[in-house]
């Protein structure tokens, strides 16, 4: 069963059975919206980036994205980008893969982002979403939708900490501007 | 409309063929007992019980359930029965809650034939009571009535059953719960609880584990996997431990920049706080390193035994058991492979087969590695021979008979390590000494690749002369450069750039050092060779993190005779296959 998260929400990362987590998968998918105009069937691409900034201490200390494929320790791990969006209709188009158990001891939050590399604001991207999903049997754990997406490029999905001994989810669902994640860095520390 | 029952309550009943419908929070037992005009049960047949569900005019489940429908035709009942009590009981011995006061109050409702109740009572007030007669339809004047009864019985159905005058209450009891019981476990009801997980306790480690097609190929892959994954537990490990010295330093320059703090009991109590808080994240990273490595461990030591000779350590048994092979293996193990944070733990050093480069067995200090230090040189020329003898000898052995011609280029004829090669007789042509022999050698095998490499660009694969051996070719030259010129070393560069897409391999022992002669000419040939060294060194790199990995070539325990062992048999079953 899934879960589907508001703004600010947490969860807990235990499985039903008492067991912890080992390895969950982000995923975003989006839509291109159609546009009207002079050309209204030339529908423009929007090319959304999903990133995880690794900290440690409220320090950032590893950054996945899709230049950095693979975490320096291989833990946290982007299946690549997606350029256009809209491929799978509702499947993911990009996918952030994190391994819990191999995540360095160091290693406190991931905060997972979306940037419109574009330059294209959210008002343009319909039906975009990230979920968390346990990659050890493919359920659903949560589900944030975007909504009212508005005049900016970036957003601030939601972030996975340490609780105790396991994990938990927030979701974030801040809006913010950027290109890429270095942009939103400062934009980050509030929510760490 | 339905009449809400209150206990005690009665309602004439305006039907005689009713539907009784019970339903709780969660799975119970429902029955009824029919008594006669002095209120008692006459014998066991006058019940109907999940193990006995059918009475005349009256039927009840099976089996526990959250909700039950009972049918009941009063009319064709028998004439001495006066009263049928409906009764509700908690399965015993699966589980779940043993009293009804720790569950939802159930509730009993009698409706017609058409789906209307007629009445409903809601069984409130239980607490110990692990079976109750929820209600009661009984005959008054020749009318059938029904009335909210509720009560419980903290015995059971055993105390019910004798309450109503049956004296085998007890084993009628244990016969319906016992049919219950194995109604439950058929997972009517909800399925039992999965057993308690273990969380990061993973299952124990099997011998090809991985995918692939054969099991050759999925010890390859699973020996990858535990590369990878020490590879990766060691960085993660390392980052943490990096990350914890410089967060320290951070902590410790803060307490230093305000010179007040530099001295005194502030500044010692900031220090040991900070070394704290770095040995508390250390010691948490080398935990979760513990369990990465023990894991892997574990993984090893189930591999190990499995491993087919290609892959397998010279000191295991399946060297023994050895036999010609029929095809190249997918890779050849070359040696072992560990982190200075476990030395004990050694990943096999798996190659590709064919070897798409050439190995060049350092027989010098170039690395200048802490083992090479301690050799000295005549020393570790002998063991480097040793190594390529090793090698060459696996290299054979995972051959078909005749799939692969060593040749070796000795300029200065001093035989030495090799000598189980040439002993053995599996050496294509006696060792060529001299400079004319090494001439000889190289030009041949120029050749070779010259015309296999036109033949397969042209598609013409039968037009080559018939005195080309078409078997994979491995060159070995001893004590390199020693006996080449400019012209044998410039063939060389050639066979070692275009001879393994075409099938001829090249192995040189040398000592680069002794090539310093030749200047930079010869670094790409050192570059296009892997490195291999006759004692543990710390040069090679995985390609995912990039860790100095220890290797260590692996050669038979001392006093070994499985060498020269597996080299008869190869050369036995080279001679039987020539004419």
Redesign the interface.
């Known amino acids: 069963m899934s879960l589907n998260l508001s703004k600010g929400q947490a969860i807990n990362l235990q499985?039903a059975?008492?067991?912890?987590l080992?390895a969950v998968r982000m995923g975003l998918g989006w839509q291109a919206a159609p546009r009207r105009g002079l050309f209204g069937t030339r529908t423009r691409e929007v090319d959304l980036d999903a990133s995880a900034v690794v900290f440690?201490?409220k320090q950032p200390?590893d950054v996945v994205f899709f230049q950095h494929l693979?975490s320096?320790?291989?833990?946290v791990r982007h299946t690549g980008d997606n350029r256009v969006g809209g491929a799978g209709q509702g499947g993911d188009d990009e996918a952030i893969l994190v391994d819990l158990?191999?995540?360095?001891?160091?290693v406190d939050q991931l905060v997972f982002t979306v940037n419109s590399f574009t330059g294209q604001t959210f008002a343009e991207v319909q039906q975009a979403f990230c979920r968390l999903v346990d990659e050890t049997n493919g359920q659903e754990l949560a589900r944030y939708t975007l909504t009212g997406g508005g005049a900016y490029t970036a957003q601030i999905m939601a972030k996975v900490h340490r609780q105790g001994g396991g994990w938990q989810m927030t979701a974030i669902g801040e809006p913010a501007n950027g290109r890429t994640f270095q942009d939103l860095l400062p934009a980050l520390i509030p929510y760490l | 409309m339905t009449v809400e029952l209150i206990r005690g309550q009665n309602h004439p009943l305006p039907e005689t063929r009713l539907e009784i419908r019970v339903s709780a929070g969660q799975p119970i037992a429902a029955g009824v007992t029919l008594n006669d005009e002095r209120g008692r049960m006459r014998d066991a047949t006058w019940i109907a019980h999940p193990a006995s569900p059918r009475l005349p005019g009256v039927e009840v489940s099976k089996q526990a359930a959250a909700d039950h429908r009972l049918a009941v035709d009063l009319d064709a009942l028998p004439a001495a029965v006066h009263r049928v009590n409906v009764l509700l009981a908690l399965p015993t011995g699966v589980g779940g809650p043993t009293s009804f006061g720790a569950v939802a109050p159930p509730t009993a409702a009698v409706t017609g034939l058409d789906g209307a109740a007629i009445v409903s009572y809601h069984i409130v007030d239980l607490d110990a009571e692990s079976a109750v007669v929820a209600l009661e339809l009984y005959r008054r004047n020749d009318a059938w009535k029904v009335r909210a009864v509720g009560q419980g019985f903290a015995g059971g159905l055993t105390a019910m059953l004798r309450d109503q005058g049956l004296p085998e209450a007890e084993e009628l009891a244990a016969t319906i719960n016992a049919a219950v019981a194995s109604g439950m476990a058929r997972a009517v009801a909800p399925a039992p609880p999965p057993p308690p997980a273990q969380p990061s306790q993973p299952g124990r480690p099997v011998a090809g584990d991985a995918t692939g097609w054969s099991m050759d190929e999925r010890l390859y892959n699973q020996v990858w996997g535990m590369f990878e994954d020490l590879a990766r537990a060691t960085a993660a490990y390392r980052s943490a431990v990096d990350f914890a010295d410089s967060r320290m330093d951070r902590e410790l320059d803060g307490v230093l920049s305000d010179p007040r703090n530099r001295v005194g009991p502030v500044a010692d109590a900031a220090r040991a706080k900070a070394q704290a808080k770095r040995a508390q994240l250390v010691d948490q990273a080398r935990a979760a390193l513990d369990r990465d490595v023990a894991q892997l461990v574990a993984e090893s030591e189930v591999v190990e035994p499995a491993l087919p000779p290609a892959y397998a350590r010279w000191d295991n048994p399946c060297w023994h058991a050895y036999k010609i092979p029929d095809e190249v293996p997918m890779a050849l193990r070359l040696g072992d492979l560990s982190l200075p944070e476990h030395v004990g733990l050694r990943i096999p050093m798996l190659m590709r087969m064919p070897l798409q480069r050439g190995l060049w067995i350092d027989s010098g200090r170039g690395g200048g590695g802490m083992e090479a230090a301690l050799h000295d040189s005549e020393d570790l020329r002998r063991r480097a021979a040793e190594t390529a003898t090793a090698i060459a000898a696996r290299l054979l052995a995972v051959h078909p008979a005749d799939g692969l011609s060593v040749r070796v280029i000795d300029p200065t004829g001093s035989v030495g390590g090799l000598a189980p090669l040439v002993e053995a007789g599996v050496l294509a042509e006696p060792p060529a000494v001299g400079e004319a022999g090494v001439t000889a050698t190289l030009a041949g095998l120029t050749q070779r690749v010259d015309l296999v490499q036109m033949a397969i660009r042209s598609g013409a694969g039968d037009a080559l002369p018939p005195d080309i051996d078409l078997a994979e070719q491995l060159l070995i030259v001893r004590d390199f450069p020693h006996g080449f010129d400019d012209r044998g070393v410039t063939h060389l560069r050639y066979l070692a750039d275009e001879g393994a897409s075409v099938g001829v391999h090249l192995m040189i022992i040398g000592d680069r050092e002794d090539a310093r002669a030749y200047g930079p000419l010869l670094d790409p040939l050192w570059r296009a060779l892997l490195r291999v060294t006759p004692v543990p060194d710390d040069h090679l790199a995985d390609p995912w993190v990039g860790h100095a990995w220890t290797y260590d070539p692996g050669l038979p325990p001392q006093n070994s005779q499985i060498v020269p062992r597996i080299l008869r048999q190869v050369a036995a079953a080279r001679q039987t296959t020539q004419p």
């Open positions: 499985k059975d008492g067991g912890t080992t440690a201490d200390v693979t320096d320790d291989g833990s158990q191999r995540l360095p001891v160091h």
